[in-house]
């Protein structure tokens, strides 16, 4: 690849952008891009924005991109789809709805479609957001649609995790209520004037009390927004910055930042060995003997055994 | 592993339960299981339920069950908890609201955790429901928490996908909408007494109407439900019973059985690759790049590069 790296640094829109579309379309397969990019990551806020569909994201994160435009701070914002595997598409609503910061030079949204692996997703939405650490971009924001496996893979590779909830998810904070726990720093019970939001906010205020956090670990907290209504954002990002410079004191940024580089490495490990073993003989040998009329008589054991032990192809 | 195969094609449930326990707790790197059970597959049903948290998925879920009981038809239901790689829990909501019918010998009810692997999930889902399948369950339904990548991969190991909203679920149609499109075999909007169930329902079939689905083609469903007022239930079991006979007739349920096994297959030697390469020796090198003081100083790419190089590991 043409890395623009001096217009990456420089933040021009069209080498970033050029950059984005590589880690999108491409398989990736050496550090390239990672390694040029290394020596200035850093410097970037990432925070992950996660919850079930119709909470409202969306339309927080525009709340909150319009409050630090107004601090003089630019922001990226990466909405992930996990959907798109299936399509190739990206989250149209989301762009429409973020629409009015598109003419804003210190705003960049962009949709991160992804090209079916696993790992994959996670992994490329933390090289979108190298790219904008890189450019100079203070706050990197990573939108997530829904609560699967893969959306909290991407609010892990953030600083600061979000959960947005409403007013009705009451009835799945029990079910959700362990895997949540484990990876919020922040609930946002966005919507909260309908009904029944003080009901959800003393029920996740019971189960985080119930934690006992340990010592010099950060105690979640819960906040009531309306975005709609542009109530509760000052709250809210009162309660980011608290919570940034919990870990800068900490020494938990630098601890993530390490994390996210031994991740990033052994995900580019593991496409790196899966796709040397994928030669084109190993593959066709798997669709010849799936192709067999009589799929009932195949032992799927022994076409694993026979690729695996096979060392000429 | 002692694979009690009598025990598991008699149904007996100690059999049974041990088997899954088995598929949940081991890497499971060989396919002795799935070769011992694969003359015995291909009979069952296989019913995936997504949608968004709170949409009534268990409810829904356990209509379905009584509706089939009735009939005499044995179901087993495996939920799938795409929190659990944080806690190794599961969803005790849905154990709780399905507890009627722990005491019917003809329902099995299972909450699948996971061990962290992302294709491993799916795989696992799929393994246990090779083991109700070839104990003779008529109807297995995969229930997942979210609609992310993981669930919805669950959803495709799945014979028919039934996709659960909420009148409420409208903002996100429009963006979810081409990934759910492609997955969805059926929509059922639930809690259909809710206020805005019709205009739902309208947008829906306004979508579904635009795609003009090829010759040949399901044509996917939209059906209004109200599992808590128990309404809806037979229209929901009719549009299965309707979608099956289609996937019959066209052969449709052949491919998708031998599509399962190349995942699988697939699936089992890319772990088993990855186990290969991942020796001690390798990942106390990778761990020993990372501990360095000067992680500042390291170039991924090139700690990349060592790791695959060196043959000696």
Same mark, same amino acid.
């Given at each position: 690849?043409?890395?623009?790296?001096?217009?990456?640094?420089?933040?021009?829109?069209?080498?970033?952008?050029?950059?984005?579309?590589?880690?999108?379309?491409?398989?990736?397969?050496?550090?390239?891009?990672?390694?040029?990019?290394?020596?200035?990551?850093?410097?970037?806020?990432?925070?992950?924005?996660?919850?079930?569909?119709?909470?409202?994201?969306?339309?927080?994160?525009?709340?909150?991109?319009?409050?630090?435009?107004?601090?003089?701070?630019?922001?990226?914002?990466?909405?992930?789809?996990?959907?798109?595997?299936?399509?190739?598409?990206?989250?149209?609503?989301?762009?429409?709805?973020?629409?009015?910061?598109?003419?804003?030079?210190?705003?960049?949204?962009?949709?991160?479609?992804?090209?079916?692996?696993?790992?994959?997703?996670?992994?490329?939405?933390?090289?979108?957001?190298?790219?904008?650490?890189?450019? !100079?971009? #203070? *706050?990197?924001?990573?939108?997530?649609?829904?609560?699967?496996?893969?959306? =909290?893979? +991407?609010?892990?590779? $953030? @600083?600061?995790?979000?959960?947005?909830?409403?007013?009705?998810? !009451?009835? #799945? *904070?029990?079910?959700?209520?362990?895997?949540?726990?484990?990876?919020?720093? =922040?609930? +946002?019970?966005?919507? $909260? @004037?309908?009904?029944?939001?003080?009901?959800?906010?003393?029920?996740?205020?019971?189960?985080?009390?119930?934690?006992?956090?340990?010592?010099?670990?950060?105690?979640?907290? +819960?906040?009531?927004?309306?975005?709609?209504?542009?109530?509760?954002?000052?709250?809210?990002?009162?309660?980011?910055?608290?919570?940034?410079?919990?870990?800068?004191?900490?020494?938990?940024?630098?601890?993530?930042?390490?994390?996210?580089?031994?991740?990033?490495?052994?995900?580019?490990?593991?496409?790196?060995?899966?796709?040397?073993?994928?030669?084109?003989?190993?593959?066709?040998?798997?669709?010849?003997?799936?192709?067999?009329?009589?799929?009932?008589?195949?032992?799927?054991?022994?076409?694993?055994?026979?690729?695996?032990?096979?060392?000429?192809?």
């Amino acid at each position: 690849m043409d890395i623009d790296l001096n217009g990456i640094l420089n933040s021009k829109r069209l080498a970033i952008s050029r950059a984005l579309s590589f880690v999108e379309n491409t398989d990736n397969l050496d550090m390239e891009l990672t390694d040029a990019l290394f020596k200035h990551l850093g410097r970037a806020y990432r925070i992950g924005v996660t919850g079930p569909p119709g909470a409202g994201k969306s339309s927080l994160v525009d709340r909150i991109i319009t409050y630090w435009r107004d601090q003089g701070k630019r922001i990226a914002v990466i909405s992930v789809d996990p959907t798109s595997p299936f399509t190739g598409g990206a989250i149209l609503g989301d762009r429409v709805r973020m629409g009015r910061h598109y003419a804003d030079k210190g705003v960049f949204i962009r949709s991160m479609a992804t090209r079916g692996s696993h790992g994959g997703l996670a992994l490329r939405a933390q090289d979108a957001a190298d790219i904008f650490d890189a450019a !100079g971009y #203070d *706050i990197i924001v990573y939108e997530t649609v829904g609560v699967g496996q893969v959306e =909290l893979d +991407v609010a892990k590779a $953030a @600083d600061t995790t979000l959960v947005v909830l409403v007013p009705e998810s !009451g009835d #799945d *904070i029990q079910a959700m209520k362990a895997g949540l726990m484990e990876i919020a720093d =922040l609930f +946002v019970i966005n919507k $909260a @004037d309908r009904q029944g939001a003080n009901q959800a906010f003393a029920q996740i205020q019971s189960m985080l009390e119930m934690r006992h956090p340990e010592k010099g670990l950060w105690p979640p907290q +819960v906040i009531k927004t309306s975005a709609l209504q542009d109530e509760g954002i000052t709250d809210l990002t009162t309660a980011l910055i608290e919570h940034r410079q919990f870990l800068d004191e900490h020494g938990i940024i630098r601890q993530n930042f390490r994390d996210r580089i031994q991740f990033k490495i052994q995900s580019h490990i593991d496409e790196n060995v899966l796709h040397s073993f994928w030669t084109q003989g190993r593959a066709r040998q798997l669709d010849q003997a799936m192709a067999t009329e009589k799929v009932r008589n195949i032992l799927p054991g022994k076409i694993v055994a026979a690729l695996l032990n096979d060392e000429t192809k």
